[in-house]
């Protein structure tokens, strides 16, 4: 079968091929899939490049760790589900990036007929991880400001959606002005261009002197130094990406670390879903099946590659102003 890998980090477009590999067996409590389209994240990318703490590889180390997929084989153990059911699967050390798969069966999350590949192929990473941010670990109350950066990204559309479903009003940060009216359409309530002057200066004069209470951020870097400085004395950050690769410089002006109760913490889905117990994951799953038949948790459908044109597929991933996520399709276009 075919499979994309790498043999040492670095930049995608130098370091990923694609080789022939054997087909993977099912051990104990595991499954096989085939996988039928598994989209190019952020973070199949940091991993790459050796950004991903979370995850260590182990040279030559399979990518991708989301997709949707037909189960083929069952390993021993294997009770409550069948050959032939359609899944969404989060696969922890990578590996969807190829024709097959093997994934312990706990890991799958079983979805209904009528939900279309392009969101079952991004049923977790996105959704999950914008469902816990806002309703469960920072918990934002109704009526409350919610500020994020990279608004335009998916996860950031889908924070808008959910936002004004839930009664949540959102602060956005974008860097290209063209971009404001249709957040505005989505439901963003305020939407900010970092052109127009420094974050912390606009958030407080267009919504609170006092700052904002609840801030979500993936950039890190100046961006993320300046929602730190956006918050409420007893505001609460959660940074869930580093898409500059440079530190939040907390420090920098004593006023905001020697008054107050301001928090900045790490949000990792990884961490998360291991600690879902069993009630908790298929109520987050329905959650999620819910919210992306009302059209809130919804991904827009970019390009679908094959694994072949992985270079091109990345280079894509990464295009500024790109609309709509990218796929490899492992059985070809």
């Known amino acids: 079968m075919k499979a994309i890998r790498f043999a040492r980090h670095g930049e995608p477009t130098d370091v990923l091929v694609v080789e022939d590999v054997s087909v993977p067996e099912p ?9 039928l389209q598994t989209p190019v994240n952020p973070s199949d990318l940091l991993y790459v490049r050796g950004h991903y703490a979370g995850v260590q590889p182990h040279f030559p180390a399979p990518t991708g760790f989301e997709g ?10 294997v009770t409550e589900i069948t050959e032939g059911q359609r899944v969404s699967v989060v696969n922890g050390q990578g590996g969807n990036w190829a024709e097959y798969a093997v994934v312990p069966a706990g890991d799958l999350f079983l979805v209904p007929d009528g939900i ?7 049923f977790v ?4 991880s914008v469902i816990l941010m806002v309703r469960h670990v920072l918990a934002v109350p109704q009526g409350e400001w919610l500020l994020q950066s990279a608004a335009g990204s998916e996860l950031g559309r889908m924070v808008i959606r959910l ?4 009664g949540i009003r959102t602060v956005n940060i974008v860097r290209r002005r063209e971009s404001a009216e249709e957040l505005e359409r989505l439901g963003a309530d305020v939407v900010l261009v970092t052109a127009d002057g420094p974050i912390d200066e606009q958030v407080r004069k267009v919504v609170d002197p006092a700052g ?3 801030a979500i951020d993936p950039v890190a870097g100046e961006t993320g130094t300046q929602i730190f400085k956006a918050l409420h004395e007893d505001g609460r950050m959660l940074v869930y990406g580093s898409l500059t690769g ?12 020697l008054a107050g109760r301001r928090i900045l913490e790490v949000y990792w889905l990884g961490y998360w879903l291991p600690r879902l117990t069993d009630a908790q994951r298929r109520q987050l799953g329905q959650d999620i099946v819910d919210l992306m038949r009302a059209g809130v948790v919804e991904t827009s459908p970019g390009r679908k590659y094959s694994l072949d044109d992985i270079s091109e597929a990345v280079v ?4 500024k102003g790109r609309q709509g996520k990218v796929f490899l399709v492992p059985g070809g276009k």
Do not use: H
């Open 68 to 77: 949707v997929d037909i189960i083929e084989a069952l390993g021993p153990g």
């Open 212 to 214: 904002v209470k609840y």
């Open 125 to 128: 990473i996105n959704p999950a």
């Open 27 to 35: 051990g104990e409590g595991q499954v096989r899939v085939r996988i």
């Open 316 to 319: 894509q991933a990464e295009q």
């Open 116 to 122: 279309p590949d392009d969101q079952v192929a991004s």
């Open 163 to 166: 936002a004004k479903r839930d």
């Open 246 to 257: 440079e530190p939040i410089r907390v420090g920098d002006d004593p006023r905001f670390i």
